[in-house]
């Protein structure tokens, strides 16, 4: 186990600096914005070596286990396409509806492969919505310096106690990669993860959430837990643009944590929000051996709990939200 978590580690430190030397030679900078919460150009694309991290945990385990290979392969092709996409974008910004459409591929192949390996339809239907909303749910919320690899980090910790065999080591693997990816990332950026990194570590733990969530069968609620305060966040903020008749496909700086960085600083709100994803964890794993009704109520109560956090956090910072 800790030979495995070494690996992945230092793949993502190398391959983070490779990616930082390699950005700063092609140009390939974020120049700071009205729609960006950075005020320093910054490197991008960094998350390319969280992707070669998990592409090589998926070729590992696809052999060790031959019985998880064709949907650890289809979760590789996946992984792959979702990664492209985002690595072509990071180089040359493309339209956002070609972007989604390799995320719909990406997801539906995957969602095939799992609903065939557990003959259900249903498990294939919340493959598809589960990659496909974490895909772009991670893009929207990539915002200030290391928030999306530590919660990715940390609900890949909690989703690998959820997942079991090969896919636990696959959660551990990419909890690893965000923590080598993190120290260029935190608190200070040196590099920004990109679109290559965002899309492909939300699809990894949509991926993780339907195959834990397949095998948890009634308590599949629990799945939900260690990705809450990202989907929360991202979706109301989503549906105020949309009810407002905005352009939601659009960068912008209007979600909570980013009128919260404005008002108290990039590391305060990612420790803030790490903080709470840690109790949500420890909260899930208290409620695990309880019965499918209690598991459900308690996810349903912790998401009322997050949507007053936003709306909190939005009228104390409205003034700087844009």
Request: glycine share 12%; with cysteine; hydrophobic share 55%.
């Amino acid at each position: 186990m800790l030979e495995w978590l070494v690996l992945h580690f230092c793949i993502a430190v190398a391959g983070t600096w490779l990616a930082r030397r390699y950005a700063i030679r092609q140009a390939l900078v974020d120049q700071p914005g009205e729609r960006r919460s950075h005020t320093v150009a910054t490197p991008r694309g960094g998350g390319i070596a969280i992707v070669i991290s998990l592409l090589v945990a998926a070729a590992a385990l696809g052999v060790r286990h031959p019985d998880q290979a064709p949907l650890m392969l289809a979760f590789g092709i996946g992984l792959l396409l979702v990664a492209g996409i985002g690595w072509v974008d990071d180089h040359r910004p493309l339209s956002p509806w070609l972007r989604l459409g390799v995320h719909v591929l990406a997801s539906a192949l995957f969602a095939r492969v799992i609903g065939d390996a557990y003959d259900s339809v249903l498990v294939g239907i919340a493959a598809f919505a589960g990659t496909l909303v974490l895909t772009n749910v991670w893009n929207f919320m990539d915002g200030i310096n290391g928030l999306a690899a530590s919660q990715a980090l940390i609900a890949a910790l909690g989703l690998a106690a959820l997942a079991g065999g090969a896919w636990s080591l696959l959660a551990l693997a990419l909890a690893a990669g965000c923590a080598g990816f993190l120290p260029f990332n935190f608190p200070r950026a040196r590099i920004f993860m990109g679109d290559v990194g965002s899309g492909a570590i939300g699809f990894a733990l949509g991926a993780l959430c339907a195959v834990a969530g397949a095998r948890l069968g009634d308590k599949a609620t629990l799945v939900l837990l260690p990705v809450s305060v990202f989907l929360v966040d991202a979706g109301l903020t989503l549906l105020r643009r949309l009810l407002r008749g905005e352009r939601w496909w659009t960068p912008h700086t209007q979600h909570a944590y980013q009128a919260w960085a404005r008002g108290t600083g990039h590391g305060r709100v990612t420790l803030a929000y790490a903080a709470i994803l840690l109790l949500v964890i420890l909260l899930g794993w208290g409620v695990a051996p309880r019965d499918a009704f209690f598991i459900a109520g308690t996810t349903a109560a912790w998401y009322m709990c997050c949507a007053f956090f936003w709306l909190a956090l939005q009228k104390k910072f409205s003034g700087a939200a844009s």
